[in-house]
């Protein structure tokens, strides 16, 4: 099970990232404002739904995985609106990728897909562990348990999304 740099770099970016993220965006709705931060943010789910779908249209999946990514797609929009902070709804986003990625270089095939389902499932958990232990010992930043299991479901989405145009293609 070998994960890929991209795939590295990007998880200690999300670690990194999480001790001064909520600064970082509060600067930014300083500038922009609340209101366009959530647009931006909704119009990143559009476009990634969207290349989603084209990129979907490209491998010729049929068009029910298409409407179902789709669907998933939205989803994540919804939860990720749903955060209290914007920080957060950016790891949602963060995570759910973070899944797609691990899962994609594992590439789970019939031989040990099951350990590299659980596999994906624990790196991408233990990120998120990283990302929100390392706030509880900042005094900027806040613990929560409940952004914890938000990451961990956003990485499982991601995995879950992978596997399953994965299964429609073999």
Known sequence: MKLQKITIFF???????AIFMRQIWEIAE?????QALNYALFFLCIFLSLWLIYSANKIRLCYSNVFLDTLACLGITVFALKQPFISER??????????WLVAKDLEPKKKGFLAKLVFAAIYTGIIGCLAEGFQKFLPWRVYDTRDLITNVLSGLIGIGIFNFNKKQLT
């Open 90 to 99: 950016a790891h949602v986003i963060e995570f759910t990728l973070l899944g």
């Open 30 to 34: 300083a500038i922009c404002g609340r």
């Open 11 to 17: 998880s200690a970016y999300i670690v990194l990232s």
